[in-house]
């Protein structure tokens, strides 16, 4: 095999490491590899470095695959000290995504950082952990209608037709930001009154819709069941069509899934409802 | 009102900002500011700023909340340098989780910087995306024993006594690495039996244990049925001690949930089984 020489046939190794789960060095340092679409780049993850042994350990894995045409990338977010300075005589290139920033805010807060103690994704607050824990429980146990009770104590509740998305959205609303989420499926009995579902009325406040266009919901639907009514492009365009003029008569509103992630779905539902949820 | 002069009685507002969801942002400045426990903050998240003009609207909050004796903090994880470029402008300290970093990472990587382009939480790679999505589809549908059909298209098992944590992590390791995880509730009957439960024969390779402590555990089962002998600290022990023993026995490796957060089980889990996931 010959060297082609262009380095977008090239891989560039890439190490995350943490002295946590590495959960921020991970979404960081992504964030940046975006920004180069034309580069391969092989991703490895070393959470829960904690000791200076460990982190030479580490350093020489990093350094192993340093090449002459070839230099890696590091993100870390270690915080300790120590640890940091072992792992930034790497002869990859260090990407420290935690050192200078953290002097600034000691001088802005006059407060000298504590340079280790909880990781971030630990138990740390056992209430703000045990809220989260319920909340996914509370999502569970009111995924897709299968509980009608307690919906009055939801923070949110998503309304839409089948497979737009509400299963994974009241998932990720509940585990990242501790929301008690329900969600309630529209089906074609609740059109056929004009009004609110009979569950959802007078919790109109804090109902929020989903919509997708006909194309990506026929898809979703026909993963599911191939070939049949509930997925032809008539169907889901009845039901969107539907479930659109239903939101407008109660002003409840709502987004269109089709191009969007869980993400930024909990991120503009959460801006839009006034929801500051668990940051 | 005073003043009492003391650091800890103020708060400083913090606020993060980003032309996503804000998430990375979020995450890693709530690392760093978690090494300062004696300070209190106030958070506050703009997503979506794309451009000069909303960037102009939103530096006027920082610089409002500015007063002679408080320096709120901005987190920013905005790629665009025009928008980047009208925020720094700020009176508050701006802590620029992407800047000098992309500089570095060009150099390395002999490659310009897209300085823009898909957001990390958009919908992107729509085939990374789908997957994360079936994940989650799968947890759901094979939560709790739910459903033991097509357990042998599980990436994972988690085996555990009831409440011990593997809803909340299923979801989580579906939700964020697009992993496929069942997970089977141990009870009474299968410790009887002295071999491992029938479902789960066979696919030991892919079965991972939880445990708790009998105090956590009775405290946990105890807020859904106070009182009961399922709550009991008796039957607890017994239940941790079984399943302990069967893992042991069928060599399942294991860990202990009672002081452990979802996000870092993942990380163990993840490391340990050598799955990689979607990173």
């Known amino acids: 095999m010959?060297?082609?020489?262009?380095?977008?046939?090239?891989t560039t190794p890439v190490f995350f490491v943490a002295g946590g789960t590495g959960i921020s060095a991970e979404t960081l340092g992504n964030l940046m590899l975006q920004q180069f679409p034309s580069v391969a780049f092989e991703r490895r993850k070393f959470p829960f470095v904690t000791t200076v042994e460990r982190a030479?350990?580490?350093?020489?894995?990093?350094?192993?695959?340093c090449t002459d045409s070839?230099?890696?990338?590091?993100?870390?977010?270690?915080?300790?000290?120590?640890?940091?300075?072992e792992l930034q005589q790497t002869r990859c290139a260090f990407i420290d995504l935690?050192?200078?920033?953290?002097d600034l805010i000691e001088r802005v807060l006059s407060v000298?950082?504590?340079?280790?103690?909880?990781?971030?994704?630990?138990?740390?607050?056992?209430r703000r952990y045990d809220a989260r824990m319920k909340a996914i429980e509370y999502a569970m146990e009111h995924d897709d209608g299968a509980s009608l009770r307690h919906l009055e104590s939801a923070d949110l509740i998503l309304v839409a037709p089948s497979r737009c998305g509400k299963t994974p959205t009241s998932m990720y609303l509940a585990l990242q930001h501790g929301l008690k989420v329900a969600n309630y499926p529209l089906v074609e009995e609740d059109f056929d009154t004009g009004g609110l579902p009979r569950p959802i009325r007078g919790l109109v406040d804090r109902c929020f819709g989903?919509?997708?266009?006909?194309?990506?919901?026929s898809q979703v639907r026909g993963e599911r069941?191939?070939?049949?009514?509930?997925?032809?492009?008539?169907?889901?365009?009845?039901?969107?069509?539907?479930?659109?003029?239903?939101?407008?008569?109660?002003?409840?509103?709502?987004?269109?899934?089709?191009?969007?992630?869980?993400?930024?779905?909990?991120?503009v539902i959460m801006q839009s409802s006034n929801l500051s949820g668990l940051l």
């Open 2 to 10: 010959t060297n082609e020489g262009a380095t977008s046939t090239r």
């Open 70 to 85: 070839v230099t890696p990338l590091v993100f870390s977010s270690v915080s300790d000290d120590e640890v940091r300075q």
């Open 225 to 267: 069941r191939p070939g049949s009514k509930y997925a032809s492009m008539g169907q889901c365009s009845y039901e969107l069509r539907r479930a659109e003029a239903l939101y407008r008569a109660h002003r409840i509103p709502s987004i269109n899934s089709a191009s969007m992630s869980v993400e930024e779905m909990a991120a």
């Open 112 to 126: 000298n950082a504590t340079h280790g103690g909880a990781p971030l994704h630990g138990l740390g607050d056992t």
């Open 210 to 217: 989903l919509l997708s266009t006909p194309a990506r919901l």
């Open 56 to 65: 030479r350990e580490v350093r020489g894995v990093f350094d192993a695959a």
């Open 98 to 102: 935690f050192g200078s920033h953290l």
